[in-house]
């Protein structure tokens, strides 16, 4: 079981800038695919961003060209760089690790969920 931890969240003016990192308790997480997902108040958790073991990235269009997700070296942490932010990105942020190769998007791919962290955007 992977224990996922996430910080970095807090109250930001719309066009700034935070930064969200997601750590493992114990262990790397060279062998996940790993994925950032947001959950607004009153909606479905959605799909933000994924890191694939090999590097490569995948983005909502909603993020695309504002938010960069990517892993440290030792793959001990992975983050997600919001800029640009907007008030529509408030919401709760989850860091998620996926076992398979290709989750996509999808929540129900995604085995092991962190507890969440509020970004607050505000206008």
Partial sequence: QVQLVES???LVQAGGSL?????ASGR???SYVMGW???APGKEREFVATIRRSGSTYYDDS???RFTISRDNAAIAVFLEMNSLKPEDTAVYYCAAAESNYPGRSINNYR???QGTQVT???
């Fill in 8 to 10: 970095g969240g807090g």
């Fill in 19 to 23: 930064r969200l990192s997601c750590a």
């Fill in 28 to 30: 790397t997480l060279s």
């Fill in 37 to 39: 997902f947001r959950q």
């Fill in 63 to 65: 993020v695309k060209g």
């Fill in 112 to 114: 092991h969920w962190g």
């Fill in 121 to 123: 955007v505000s206008s």
